[in-house]
């Protein structure tokens, strides 16, 4: 048994586990930019109002990601993930019966709203936190590989549904991946906590009692009212919902921006898709150079990226160029590849805990502030401007105040295990 605790460490099951529930999450956020142009062009809605389900469903993720975090702690995650992952079928198979804006708004919105919850980021940084500490930014960056995987399979497949078959018959099949797939992979293979199996973090020998103390020391006094008194802990909070705030302008907005410009709908899509997974091999990068580079050098890194990519977005109104558009997609992609693995370890850095679930359920809440924001309002600077100029230039100002903040948060002060590189 010792043997083979040295050869395979359960923990990287459940950062398998956590890589398929993210690609199923975001494929729900990110496959809403193709089902949005399909349901304007069936029922003649505004830009604004059509993008309204998605910031519903953000401002839904806002109010349920600290329950589900504090939930997974308190009563296990596979009691909090596998209901969460019924409403998310079912919320996407009422959305093949959607009739007005009302009908949308609840069904995306509200019903899988509540459910994608369950499968995201918020419960999965919890549940990893508790099986890596000296490999967190690698164990985080690979899990957050699935977000990248969700637009890389899931946004030219709906597509090709869409054009196929119609928007409904997409939902359906959407609907029928997620029972068939996350559904029985959580069911039997999510654990809670290393010691459940008789394991230790990172697959170590347990912890010395002065190791255990250590711990205990760098976790007094984070009861979260207190937190809440300091400038630290709401420079954590925002940092990334600022960058979430224009990834979501991007994201939704973007593939509606080039058809508007003449690109072929499956092309736009499929630049999409080649974003995610330009975006699934940076996370997993970022998330391992981060354990050595450090958190903020390697989030200014991608900010850059980030960045830059949209300026060659904006580029491409005034020089139609697909080379802009490949510089867009490898810049944003890597540059949106630095967010989660980041966002995570950061959090595992300053606050693992008894209180963790909370705590970084509050800070999904405070992304999908960013989100729900940003996908409304680039939506209703278009419905006013005819542009999206103004969007973009907001989103890479918002990506540069996020930067600044997430070196006001210095997480290099809390880690246990230092950077390794020398830069």
């Known amino acids: 048994m010792a ?11 459940i950062v398998g586990l956590a890589m398929v529930s993210m690609a199923f999450w975001y494929a729900f956020r990110t496959t809403f930019s193709i089902f949005f142009v399909a349901l304007i062009d069936h029922f003649g809605w505004s830009r604004a109002e059509t993008a309204g389900a998605q ?94 995987f969700g637009p890389l399979i899931f946004v030219p497949l709906f597509q090709y549904l869409i054009i196929l078959r119609g928007w409904p018959f997409a939902f359906l099949i959407f609907s029928l991946l997620v029972f068939t797939i996350p559904f029985p992979l959580i069911g039997l293979f999510l654990r809670h906590r290393p010691e459940g199996m008789g394991l230790s973090v990172d ?34 909070l925002l940092f990334p919902s600022l960058t979430i705030f224009g990834v979501y302008i991007i994201i939704v907005h973007h593939v509606k921006y080039l058809i508007d410009l003449g690109v072929d709908r499956i092309w736009a899509a499929s630049l999409f898709a080649a974003v995610g997974a330009l975006s699934a091999g940076f996370r997993f990068f970022w998330g391992w150079f981060s354990d050595r580079a450090g958190r903020e050098i390697t989030y200014t890194l991608g900010g850059i990226c980030f960045s830059v990519g949209i300026l060659f977005l904006v580029l491409f109104h005034t020089l139609p160029s697909a080379f802009f558009l490949y510089l867009f997609a490898l810049l944003f992609g890597a540059g949106w590849g630095s967010t989660a693995p980041i966002f995570m370890s950061i959090a595992g850095d300053l606050y693992k805990g008894r209180h963790f679930g909370l705590i970084y359920g509050m800070l999904e809440g405070m992304i999908g502030i960013g989100a729900a924001v940003g996908s409304w309002l680039a939506g209703y600077i278009f419905d006013q401007t005819q542009s999206y100029l103004w969007a973009f230039l907001l989103a890479i100002l918002s990506c540069a105040l996020s930067v600044l903040l997430a070196w006001h948060v210095a997480p290099r002060k809390f880690r246990r295990t230092k950077p390794t590189l020398s830069l």
């Open 3 to 13: 043997f083979m605790q040295r050869r395979f460490y359960y923990g990287w099951v």
């Open 55 to 148: 910031s519903i469903g953000m401002l839904v993720y806002m109010a349920m990601a600290p329950v589900v975090g504090y939930l997974v702690d308190r009563v296990g995650p596979r009691k909090v993930i596998l209901p969460g992952i019924f409403l998310m079928g079912l919320g996407l198979l009422l959305c093949t019966q959607v009739k007005s804006l009302i009908h949308f708004y609840l069904f995306f919105g509200v019903i899988a709203g509540i459910g994608v919850t369950c499968l995201s980021i918020s419960p999965f940084t919890t549940i990893l936190s508790h099986w890596f500490e000296k490999k967190r930014g690698m164990a985080n960056g690979l899990a957050s590989v699935g977000i990248g």
């Open 203 to 236: 697959g170590d020998h347990p912890e010395s009692p002065s190791d255990t103390e250590d711990s205990q020391k760098r976790n007094e006094g984070k009861e979260v009212r207190n937190l809440l008194k300091t400038a630290r802990f709401w420079s954590f």
